[in-house]
């Protein structure tokens, strides 16, 4: 995709954060959108705010696979075609693997992981059809390694990836007209940590407080880097220069990262 003008865009978990940065951006690049989220209150506000074209919302839980399917057989029907799927909506958990509940570990993979995984699967015939089609799926940097009390969040983030960077191999070795993308953020300003669950031993004050410190990246201007890596087809987009540090920490020191973010932990997340 080398220009957005008349695209038709979908972005999922566009009620805030970075989905609502995208959906301003897109829009600003011409692109007409089908946002969606399961927040009603924040979907109107970036839809009003946004100055497309064309804008279109749905409420959608992305943890509803059936949901997800009629959504996108819905956004074909209105827009005529489909060209880019954001499948961005997340959420957060803070808990140890001794910890954490089951339906806490289940409600992070359903959203995290089978959000995207359905988004994409739904949305893929549609790409295809279009002629120019783009997936972009939105991991972090715990897809990249772990770290402790982010072990749903990590297998989710990491499960993200895999399927992403196999689905992209798939479209080029079969010739098929679609990109592919995966986002790897770093500490972005959103929402995010406030709307986190927490296991009960767990300081939420502290621990929100601990990513408000870290998160160096405006909403905003990761969207532009999202942007700039769609159009440039680039396989994994690194947001911010956190993201960047953990990509090379990652690849320099390979499972060496370990202690060190252990020790980094100890301090900032044991608190
Ligand atoms: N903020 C960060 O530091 C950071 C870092 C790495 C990755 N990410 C990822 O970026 C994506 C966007 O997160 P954000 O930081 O903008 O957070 P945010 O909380 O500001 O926005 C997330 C949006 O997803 C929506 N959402 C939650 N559950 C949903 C569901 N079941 N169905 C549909 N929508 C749902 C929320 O209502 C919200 O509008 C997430 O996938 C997140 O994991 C964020």
């Not at 959504?71 to 075609?81: L, M, Y």
């Not at 015939?125 to 390694?145: E, R």
């Not at 300003?189 to 031993?201: D, E, F, L, Q, V």
């Amino acid at each position: 995709m080398k220009e957005l003008n008349n695209k038709v865009a979908v972005v999922t978990g566009a009620g805030s954060g970075i989905g609502r940065a995208l959906a301003k951006l897109l829009a600003a690049r011409g692109c007409r959108l089908a946002l969606s989220d399961v927040n009603e209150v924040g979907l109107k506000e970036t839809a009003e705010s946004c100055g497309a074209k064309e804008v279109r919302t749905y409420l959608l839980d992305v943890s509803d696979r059936d949901a997800i399917y009629a959504h996108a057989d819905q956004v074909a029907k209105d827009f005529g075609q489909v060209n880019l799927i954001i499948n961005n909506a997340g959420v957060a958990l803070s808990a140890s693997v001794r910890e954490m509940t089951d339906d806490d570990f289940k409600w992070v993979m359903d959203i995290d992981f089978w959000g995207v995984a359905h988004g994409t699967r739904a949305f893929l015939p549609h790409l295809i059809a279009s002629g120019d089609g783009h997936v972009v799926n939105v991991s972090s940097v715990f897809g990249l390694i772990g770290v402790p009390k982010q072990s749903a969040y990590n297998a989710a983030k990491f499960a993200v990836r895999g399927f992403t960077e196999a689905l992209r191999q798939e479209m080029q070795v079969e010739g098929q007209p679609v990109a592919v993308s995966c986002v790897h953020p770093g500490g972005i300003r959103t929402n995010i940590a406030n709307a986190a669950r927490m296991g009960k031993s767990e300081n939420a004050d502290a621990q929100r407080k601990g990513f408000d410190k870290l998160a160096m990246t405006t909403p905003e201007k990761a969207a532009e880097t999202i942007v700039k890596g769609i159009l440039r087809d680039e396989s994994r987009i690194l947001v911010g220069p956190d993201a960047w540090g953990i990509d090379a920490l990652n690849r320099l020191l390979g499972a060496a990262y370990q202690p060190l973010v252990a020790r980094f932990s100890r301090k900032n997340l044991y608190v």
